[in-house]
């Protein structure tokens, strides 16, 4: 892939980390995730899509990084059998030294990602959809039941998803509709149960004195809910309270049940009861609501009160 670290270097000198599209290097937002952002840089002969990670503090956090990353990612390619768009690091030292690090992508058009495909779409074409990432996700578990060392994690929300050779005039799902797996950033997969990426590293976004807080609290929960492909269905599921489409919820639970039962039989997977999307979403929101607002308190404490640069985009009001 084509990477252009001087472009990313100008950026960084230039960055305004609250206002990120008012730097000098222009940039348009293409997603905020929960912890991070993904923008491409206008004007970019390359059209790429890059994700800013800040969270390492040393080389060897890094290099072992960029290891479970391009493993993680060769994994779900080449022995999962998933779709996703070229993908690459850059990484460099800032002339204070400090580390910079960005998974990129080559760019795909923005509204061919998966929460904004069924606003697009009719309630049909979104079963099918749903349908199709239950079988990429498939795929996933497959691997991981007939592989005696690997276990590997999937984020499966329908953002993490986008419909492959997308034509904007054209917009429809049916079975010649493949699907790109875009959420590659974080690598998820256990060698003989032990994690590859430093897990810590998950939580590396929390202000500091909440950390070993919230370690304690979600840090074991929150990573292994990805091996589980019933907790993973049951995220995706509740993302359609977020979406708001609450009146998808229980066609999608039955199609869910329906795949567990009928093509996922050898997976012994239990039904899922709409009791448990509802607590889920719940609870989830509740604690990303609590997570984003301390890490503005932070942000305020470290730009206001201490004078510090602040490290991490804070995303908007995510509508819930
Ligand atoms: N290669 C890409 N091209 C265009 N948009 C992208 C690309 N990768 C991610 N995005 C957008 O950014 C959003 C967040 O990216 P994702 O990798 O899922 O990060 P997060 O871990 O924050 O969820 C996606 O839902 C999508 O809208
Ligand atoms: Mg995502």
Not at 96 to 104: A, D
Not at 158 to 184: C, G, H, R, V
Not at 221 to 249: G, H, S
Not at 277 to 303: A, E, G, P
Request: net charge negative; charged share 30%; aromatic share 14%.
């Amino acid at each position: 892939m084509k990477l252009d670290l001087e472009l990313l270097k100008k950026f960084e000198n230039n960055i305004d980390t609250i206002h990120p599209e008012n730097g000098k290097i222009p940039i348009k937002i293409l997603g905020y995730g929960e912890i991070s952002l993904v923008f491409e840089i206008l004007n970019d002969p390359n059209k790429l899509a890059y994700k800013r990670i800040p969270i390492f503090d040393n080389e060897s956090q890094v290099k072992r990084h960029v290891w479970a990353y391009n493993e993680y990612n060769r994994i779900l390619e080449e022995d999962v059998g998933l779709n996703m768009p070229e993908y690459d690091i850059a990484w460099f030292k800032d002339d204070l030294g400090k580390i910079k690090f960005y998974c990129v992508q080559q760019k795909i058009h923005p509204d061919s990602v998966g929460n904004k495909v069924i606003h697009n779409i009719s309630i049909e074409e979104i079963k099918q959809l749903f349908l199709k990432v239950m079988r990429e996700m498939k795929k996933v578990w497959k691997f991981s039941k007939y592989n005696p060392i690997i276990d590997v994690g999937l984020d499966g929300q329908i953002s993490n998803f986008a419909i492959k050779d997308y034509d904007p005039e054209n917009l429809k799902i049916d079975e010649n509709t493949e699907l790109y797996y875009l959420d590659t950033s974080t690598p998820m997969f256990k060698i003989n149960g032990k994690e590859a990426m430093e897990a810590v590293l998950f939580l590396k976004s929390a202000p500091s004195f909440l950390r070993w807080l919230l370690k304690a609290l979600f840090l074991e929960d929150t990573v292994n809910r990805y091996y589980d492909w019933r907790r993973v269905t049951i995220d995706l599921i509740a993302n359609f309270f977020k979406e708001q489409k609450p009146e998808l919820i229980l066609p999608l639970i039955n199609l869910a049940n329906q795949f567990f039962r009928k093509e996922a039989a050898d997976f012994d997977i239990e039904p899922i009861e709409l009791k448990e999307i509802q607590d889920y979403y719940k609870s989830d929101r509740d604690m990303w609501i609590i997570f984003q607002s301390v890490r503005k308190f932070d942000r305020f404490l470290k730009t206001k009160i201490f004078k510090k640069e602040y490290e991490f985009y804070l995303p908007g009001e995510i509508e819930r």
